[in-house]
Antibody, heavy 123, light 108 residues
């Protein structure tokens, strides 16, 4: 069974660049059958999809965040990454990595999730 | 962006009773809807996809229904492990995928 685990800094300063890693075990990120996503939950709010990457290198991003984020992967380490630029307090959130169950369009439910990593942006 | 609205925000239920959660989409999403269960400190868990297809391991007491813009998650007889927050998610449109704000099912 695939497992995902987020890692990265718990505290960020405003205007900095957030870098998060998702370590995938029990499955390969080079699988053509899945996309790999980042989702976040701000305090007191619901879930917000950030974006996703496929092993082909194709990425899709939430239009509201597209100008500030980049998702990439390292096949050799079976990891994928989130970079978010110029963070503010509004980016304080619990960040999850997740696996999209199927690669096909309109089959984009998430069948595996990490436990989440709290990132606080504060001076 | 497709807005997903869940109701109620909080549902107080006694163990053994049933619960009905609602999710409404701001436009037609056919049956491209998933439900998740989320407990504090844990990874969200997929319960339902395709509006009504139970994911592997989802107990039969969970059932999903609906199409178009109105969807329902029904829990037939709440067990202690079912008290959690439940989210719906649409995947009809990836520009972007969107989630509801959640319904918290708490012990009455």
């Amino acid at each position: 069974q695939v497992q995902l685990r987020e890692s990265g800094p718990g505290l960020m300063r405003p205007s900095g660049t957030l870098s998060l890693t998702c370590v995938v075990s029990g499955g390969s990120i080079t699988s053509a059958s899945h996309w790999w996503s980042w989702v976040r939950q701000s305090p007191g709010k619901g879930l917000e999809w950030i974006g996703e990457v496929h092993q082909t290198g194709t990425t899709n991003y939430n239009p509201s965040l597209k100008s500030r984020v980049a998702i990439s992967f390292d096949k050799s380490k079976n990891q994928f990454f989130l970079k978010m630029y110029t963070v503010t307090a509004a980016d304080t959130a619990l960040y999850y990595c997740a696996r999209r169950a199927r690669a096909a369009a309109r089959q984009a439910w998430f069948d595996s999730w990490g436990q989440g990593l709290l990132v606080t942006v504060s001076s | 962006e497709i807005l997903m609205t869940q109701s109620p925000v909080t549902l107080s239920v006694s163990p053994g009773e049933g619960a009905t959660l609602s999710c409404k989409a701001s436009q037609n999403i056919n049956t491209y809807l998933a439900w998740y269960q989320h407990k504090p400190g844990q990874a969200p868990r997929l319960l339902i996809h395709g509006a009504s297809t139970r994911a592997t391991g989802t107990p039969a007491r969970f059932s999903g229904s609906g199409s178009g813009t109105e969807f329902t998650l029904t829990i037939s007889s709440l067990q202690s492990e079912d008290f959690a927050v439940y989210y719906c998610q649409q995947y009809n449109d990836w520009h972007p995928y969107t989630f509801g704000q959640g319904t918290k099912v708490e012990v009455k």
